[in-house]
Structures are given as structure tokens and as C-alpha cells.
């Protein structure tokens, strides 16, 4: 069975620091992933989306950056956070069927910037 | 550009009323997906619902049951005798069919149910 990790389940990072979150995906190959932010009292956003190694869509113009060195990882990062960083992020996984592909969560990171 | 509106912020009911979430959205594809999303305080998402732009028949599932309206582009979501436990926070989404099929959320609606 499939499953989807995501580390740290929390974090506090000072003002200008840098971040890494990690997803990995068990069970599963080539899926497509992405990366959600939920900022408090806020809807879902999504950041990137990923349909293969080293294929990097970004939606939103901001301070973060995504990377997929492996198939089945997932990463976002930043060099300096900003208090706006703050949010929880949600990684989640998809794998082509030819019809509709669902989307999977991970549990989430909840980072808070201070 | 696809948009989902959930206008209700909050909601706050007795346990054992009836409630119902709204869902409005906006695409240009004729064809799309809709979804309903329960994320307990835990944080995770649970999938609920997945409805294709093509079929129209509303759904019960339980307790839970859902009204989709192509033309007025709504897609609401009914709670019947609500439980303490039906607390959370409620996402409507909307996905394309082809490509990436990137779900676009609401904001979501707070409901609490109280005993």
C-alpha cells in the first residue's frame, strides 16, 4: 500500500533562516506530487507541483523553492524565511490512471516563523 | 482562471441540527472535478466526495449528502443530525480534468458543533 511521509511535523524557524520540508511517497512510482500552503484562517494554496524527477511547476511567485531529486521526494525550501512563511504545508501525491488521478495527503508541516 | 467561494467562515450549531455548507465556483472547462475535504484539528485532509461536472445526481452517503447545481454553479454540502464529532473544518475544490488535475480550494468554512 501506498503511503506518504512528511517531516518535520513541526517547526519553528526564526525571522531569515532557512527551511527544508521533506515528502517522501512509499509504494508507488513516477506519482506526481505537490506542495499546499495553508496560511492561518485560510484556504489551501498550492505552491509547486512536480510530474517527474527534476520537473518543478511553480504556481505562486514567493520565497520558496521546490526540488525533486528522487523519484519519490519531495522537497521545499527556502534560504531566508519571512514571517509570512508561516503556514501549515501540505504535500500530496497523485499517480496517472487515465481518468481522474486523487490526490493523497501527507499528515503536514506546521511551520511557524518568528 | 478556476475560483472556489465558500462564503461561510464560520458556522456554529447545536448537535443534532441540520446543516448545510455552500459551495460556488468558477471555471471556463466544460468538464472538471468537485470535491469535498474534512480537516479534523489534526490538520490532515480526508477526502469526502469527488463529483464529475457531468453528472448531476445529488449523493447521500449516511448522515452526509450533496447538492450539485451546474447552473448556478454550486455545490453544497448538508449535514444531517450533526455530532460533536462533524466538527472541523469543511474545503470545497475544484480540479481540471487534464494535465496536472491541480485542485484549487475554497477557504474553507469552520464548523463547530455543539453539545
Known amino acids: 500500500s501506498q503511503t506518504i511521509h512528511q517531516w518535520p511535523a513541526t517547526l519553528v524557524q526564526p525571522v531569515g533562516s532557512p527551511l527544508s520540508l521533506e515528502c517522501t511517497v512509499e509504494?508507488?512510482?513516477?506519482?506526481?506530487l505537490y506542495w499546499y500552503r495553508q496560511a492561518a484562517g485560510r484556504g489551501l494554496q498550492l505552491l509547486f507541483y512536480s510530474v517527474g524527477i527534476g520537473q518543478i511547476s511553480s504556481e505562486v511567485p514567493q520565497n520558496l523553492s521546490a526540488s525533486r531529486p528522487q523519484d519519490r521526494q519531495f522537497i521545499l525550501s527556502s534560504k531566508k524565511l519571512l514571517l509570512s512563511d508561516s503556514g501549515f504545508y501540505l504535500c500530496?501525491?497523485?499517480?496517472?490512471?487515465?481518468?481522474?488521478?486523487?490526490?493523497?495527503f501527507g499528515p503536514g508541516t506546521r511551520l511557524t516563523v518568528l | 482562471a478556476q475560483k472556489v467561494t465558500q462564503a461561510q467562515t464560520e458556522i456554529s450549531v447545536v448537535e443534532k441540527e441540520d446543516v448545510t455548507l455552500d459551495c460556488v465556483y468558477e471555471?471556463?472547462?466544460?468538464?472538471?472535478?468537485l470535491f469535498w475535504y474534512k480537516q479534523p484539528p489534526s490538520g490532515e485532509l480526508v477526502f469526502l466526495i469527488r463529483?464529475?461536472?457531468?453528472?448531476?445526481q445529488n449523493e447521500i452517503s449516511g448522515r452526509y449528502s450533496w447538492n450539485f447545481q451546474k447552473s448556478t454553479s454550486s455545490f453544497n454540502f448538508t449535514i444531517t443530525a450533526s455530532q460533536v464529532v462533524d466538527s472541523a473544518v469543511y474545503f470545497c475544490?475544484?480540479?481540471?480534468?487534464?494535465?496536472?488535475?491541480?485542485?484549487?480550494f475554497g477557504q474553507g468554512t469552520r464548523l463547530t458543533i455543539n453539545p
Open positions: 500530496a501525491w497523485s499517480v496517472d490512471s487515465g481518468s481522474y488521478n486523487e490526490q493523497f
Open positions: 475544490a475544484l480540479s481540471e480534468v487534464r494535465g496536472a488535475q491541480k485542485l484549487v
Open positions: 463529483r464529475n461536472s457531468f453528472d448531476e
Open positions: 509504494g508507488t512510482s513516477n506519482p506526481n
Open positions: 471555471t471556463r472547462d466544460t468538464t472538471y472535478y
